[in-house]
């Protein structure tokens, strides 16, 4: 064998112990007539001794050639350490080394393989598997491993099987673009990567195995950012006979169990918001709620003074941003400077502070008087101590320019905390949404989606107003899973598909399938996608979630490890029957 113990496991209760083992050397200490060196494998790192008096010269020659990241094998005794380390698990004890085997030599890394390191994101990327030797990355990889073992056994334990589904399936429009995949056998055809096992999981339901889930990878060729990847993973379920309370309350179960679970926390029932409320009160449909700053709506007592500004506005909205009346004229410039930034796009702020004797001083005095500025404060539940910021504009524009200003007030207090966890659903999402480009109505979520039942006869005579039977996780202001009931009558689908502008032979091309199934008696179903990533990440208390994917891509989609994607030769062009452009 290799190794008799791993690297994390040895202790005090060992001493006198003949052992074995192998792994990295993470750095030596050559004293002359010692020399220490810590091993490291995935469970920890032991303290090796070799002792000029104690072990063999040619083992002592040998340790002084040991190289960072040298792959070795030890035998020897465990002994008692003199300088004990307390804040390793195998500080205790150290091994007196009487035979090393060095299994491979290695260069010198081009960064530091330590918790804190020298190398940057870039450099990082391109040698992930010197990164994930790291403690930060082994460990973010290995709470991922706990998370998917603790959903695939409390769904197990509820009777759901897990499925796989194909990764080489059809092009359907779903919202984002298609990976396409050419078929060599079927010449001038494509396969498309899944977006989601969306139809698969309905035909499952279909099939009659009631309750369905799937760890599954999916692919979405757009835009990417740091919660982002074009290949991401997804906690898929899929439940029959059931209503949007069934799904509520099951995936509410899972997400407390892994909070108790994984973080040691309880969380109470979630809180839920509709659509309209949280866009109306946080300007997003994915509020962070583990702090306030919520809108408040100033039209009536902004308006129709002498500030052109406000007056030519749809909407006037402010938040009271706790104990910062004391910020400092060059503090609040730097805020207008940052909403004006191309990213977030506003074109000014005005600013009120709440003094704490009472009195409010704004940037726009000349227009209003205490009076009219203490009716900003009602509106948006400021109080002494507090500076109350403002935007203007269109009301969709403004109401997302002051979300991005509420986050990141949040950030800048410290008020995101990450071990603090606030979970909740939204729902009545709005069905459709009107694109003015195309001139015609998209699904907000997919065009499977059911309506809400009393919104039904919305359908003919006003379709924009009919709420959706769909519903959001959101943690700590991340959408980490949503779903919907699904539509399972053949006639309710065709219709859904000629509000989103199908023709009858585009429908049937795209979804014959699936509407030939609904024919053959669909039950009632939903279901919900979490998006495991993201899930994993925050979980672990962070924002991004590369450092809990093993190999990711970066902001370009490209895995510079391997450097993908790349050029293929002509001749398999050939094969495949495509010739570019």
């Not at 056994?153 to 059809?170: A, G, H, N, R």
């Not at 109306?280 to 700053?293: A, H, L, S, V």
């Not at 007056?311 to 503090?331: D, L, T």
Request: aromatic share 10%; charged share 25%.
């Amino acid at each position: 064998m290799y190794r008799s113990h791993h690297c994390g496991e040895l202790n005090a209760t060992h001493i006198a112990q003949e052992v074995t083992l192998a792994g990295w050397v993470q750095k030596t200490r050559d004293k002359g007539f010692m020399i220490w060196a810590d091993l490291r494998d995935r469970y920890g790192i032991t303290q090796l001794i070799f002792d000029e008096q104690r072990t063999d010269a040619a083992v002592i020659q040998m340790a002084k050639s040991l190289g960072r990241e040298f792959v070795v094998q030890v035998k020897g005794t465990v002994i008692e350490r003199e300088s004990k380390n307390p804040n390793m698990a195998t500080g205790d004890i150290e091994i007196l080394v009487n035979e090393l085997t060095v299994l491979n030599e290695a260069q010198l890394p081009p960064f530091t393989i330590e918790d804190e390191t020298d190398g940057g994101e870039d450099l990082r990327m391109k040698y992930r598997y010197l990164d994930i030797r790291r403690n930060p990355v082994k460990n973010a990889l290995l709470f991922r491993h706990k998370v998917a073992m603790e959903v695939r056994k409390y769904l197990s334990d509820l009777d759901f099987c897990e499925v796989e589904t194909p990764y080489l399936i059809k092009s359907t429009p779903e919202g984002a673009r298609d990976f396409v995949v050419p078929s060599r056998m079927n010449e001038g055809q494509f396969y498309a990567l899944p977006q989601s096992p969306q139809t698969f999981k309905q035909l499952l339901m279909v099939g009659g195995m009631d309750k369905y889930f799937q760890i599954v990878k999916c692919f979405r060729d757009e835009d990417l950012r740091a919660d982002r990847q074009p290949e991401f993973t997804q906690i898929d379920c899929e439940m029959a006979f059931v209503e949007q309370e069934d799904i509520l309350n099951v995936f509410e179960g899972l997400t407390r169990h892994l909070l108790k679970t994984l973080r040691g926390i309880d969380v109470a029932e979630f809180p839920r918001m509709t659509y309209d409320y949280a866009m109306k009160t946080y300007g997003n449909d994915k509020p962070d709620i583990r702090f306030e700053m919520k809108f408040g709506e100033l039209n009536a007592v902004a308006q129709h003074k002498d500030f052109a500004v406000f007056n030519n506005a749809e909407m006037v909205v402010g938040i009271a941003v706790p104990g910062c009346a004391g910020y400092s004229r060059k503090e609040i410039d730097a805020l207008i400077d940052w909403v004006k930034r191309p990213q977030i796009g506003a074109l000014g702020m005005v600013y009120v502070k709440y003094e704490a004797d009472g009195s409010l001083k704004s940037s726009v005095d000349k227009f209003y008087d205490q009076d009219d500025l203490k009716k900003w404060a009602e509106a948006t539940g400021a109080k002494p101590g507090d500076l109350i910021l403002v935007l203007s504009g269109a009301a969709h524009k403004t109401r997302t320019q002051l979300s991005a200003l509420r986050m990141e007030m949040a950030t800048r207090l410290g008020l995101r905390k990450p071990d603090e966890f606030a979970p909740l659903w939204v729902v009545d999402f709005p069905l459709l949404e009107w694109d003015e480009e195309s001139g015609r109505y998209h699904a907000m979520h997919h065009p499977f989606t059911s309506p809400k039942p009393e919104d039904f006869e919305l359908i003919a005579t006003a379709p924009g107003k009919v709420r959706a039977n769909a519903y959001d996780m959101v943690l700590n202001g991340n959408e980490i899973g949503g779903g919907s009931i699904r539509i399972h009558d053949k006639e309710l689908q065709a219709r859904m598909f000629e509000l989103l502008g199908f023709t009858k032979e585009q429908a049937e091309s795209q979804f014959g399938f699936l509407m030939n199934a609904f024919q053959f008696g669909a039950p009632p179903h939903g279901g919900l996608a979490f998006g495991l990533d993201r899930l994993v990440a925050i979980l672990g208390g962070q924002e991004t979630i590369r450092d809990f994917i093993a190999f990711p891509k970066n902001n370009s989609g490209r895995d510079v490890m391997i450097d993908a994607p790349s050029v293929i030769d002509n001749g398999q062009l050939e094969e495949l029957h495509i010739r570019l452009a």
